[in-house]
C-alpha cells in the first residue's frame, strides 16, 4: 500500500524509482513510529471491540435459548389445498 501511494505522489511530483522506493519505505517507516507509540491504544480499543462482538455473540446465543418455539400453524382443512394441474 506504501509503495501504491509513492506512485500515486509521483503522478504529483516528479520522482523516479529510487525516489518512490524511497518514500514507500518512509511512509512504513512513519507508519511504524506511529503505531509504536500508540500500541496501547490500540490495544485497549482492540480488547474493546473483542469484548463487544463476544456480547453479541452471548445475546443472539441467549435469545435463541430463550425465546420460545414457535406453534404450529392450523392444518388447512380438505379441498383447501392448492391442486397442481
Given at each position: 500500500?506504501?509503495h501504491?501511494?509513492?506512485d ?5 511530483w516528479?520522482?523516479?524509482h529510487?525516489?518512490r522506493?524511497?518514500?514507500?519505505l518512509?511512509?512504513?517507516a ?5 503505531n509504536l507509540v500508540?500500541v496501547r491504544?490500540?490495544f485497549l ?5 473483542v469484548a463487544l ?9 441467549a435469545?435463541g435459548?430463550?425465546v420460545?418455539?414457535?406453534t ?13 394441474r
Amino acid at each position: 500500500m506504501a509503495h501504491l501511494l509513492a506512485d500515486y505522489a509521483s503522478a504529483l511530483w516528479p520522482l523516479g524509482h529510487a525516489e518512490r522506493t524511497g518514500l514507500a519505505l518512509a511512509i512504513v517507516a512513519a507508519l511504524t513510529g506511529l503505531n509504536l507509540v500508540h500500541v496501547r491504544l490500540g490495544f485497549l480499543t482492540q480488547a474493546l471491540l473483542v469484548a463487544l462482538v463476544a456480547a453479541g455473540f452471548a445475546c443472539v446465543t441467549a435469545a435463541g435459548l430463550l425465546v420460545p418455539a414457535p406453534t404450529a400453524a392450523a392444518p388447512c382443512p380438505p379441498g383447501a389445498a392448492w391442486a397442481w394441474r
